[in-house]
């Protein structure tokens, strides 16, 4: 059977030959928008999508143990990573092993989320930063330099050992909150000019609750 619309009513059939310009003049009463980017942001959703962070714990380790379970996940294939073994001289990480190179690829990422979800450390997560841009494609492939988290105040940077006497589980379960006097000497007899030394004696001794 053969769609016929409805028959129009007087209105209608008034109207109809300037009915396509509804939207149109409408608009003409409506308050304009101009969007002042980039002088003027627009703040994000707090949920949304953007370059993505690899997390630290309080005392400074990474969080990232280089399981590759992210990139597995990625149905664009734009993440690229390569575990390492910590040592008692180099231990970034928890446990055995750590993220040694770990890239993203922004011209290939779709921003979907589900590296974040397979994650099982919550090391990889992503900010509101969505300002990804270059004139140059090597630029928007982003390192490990590019996504680890800043050092808060307080963290001690790693390479030093985890905090003695707590398993790894400790770090997962967040029981670490602070570096401890140990991690402080290590680090002090290791990289006596380190930076975030000072910061991290401030706190020293907070660091695992038992
Ligand atoms: S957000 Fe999606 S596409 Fe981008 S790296 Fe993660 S899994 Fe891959
Ligand atoms: S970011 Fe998470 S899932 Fe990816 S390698 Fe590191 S620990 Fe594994």
């Known amino acids: 059977m053969r769609f ?87 231990q970034y990480s928890p446990g055995e092993r750590y993220g040694r190179v770990y890239q993203i690829n922004y011209l290939r990422c ?10 099982p450390t919550r090391a990889l997560t992503m900010t509101n930063e969505y300002e990804l841009t270059s004139p140059e494609r090597a630029e928007l492939i982003y390192e490990k330099q590019d996504l680890l988290a800043p ?9 030093h050992p985890m905090v003695a006497g707590v398993d790894d589980d400790y770090y997962y379960r967040g029981e670490v909150t602070a570096p401890t006097e140990e991690q402080v000497s290590w680090v002090r007899e290791h990289r006596p000019d380190d930076p975030t030394l000072q910061g991290a004696r401030a706190r020293a001794g907070e660091g695992a609750s038992r």
């Open 4 to 90: 016929e619309p409805d028959e129009k009513g007087p209105l209608g059939k008034l109207f109809a030959p300037v009915a396509g310009f509804g939207v149109t003049i409408s608009s003409v009463f409506k308050p304009m928008v101009t969007e002042q980017y980039p002088f003027e942001k627009v703040p994000t959703q707090p949920r949304y999508h953007g370059r993505h962070q690899l997390n630290r714990y309080a005392d400074g380790l990474e969080k990232c143990i280089g399981c590759e379970l992210c990139a597995w996940a990625c149905p664009a294939d734009a993440i690229y990573v390569e575990a390492g073994n910590n040592t008692p001289d180099a």
């Open 110 to 119: 779709i921003f979907c989320g589900l590296c974040i979800e397979a994650c």
């Open 151 to 159: 050092l808060q105040e307080g963290m001690l940077a790693a390479p």
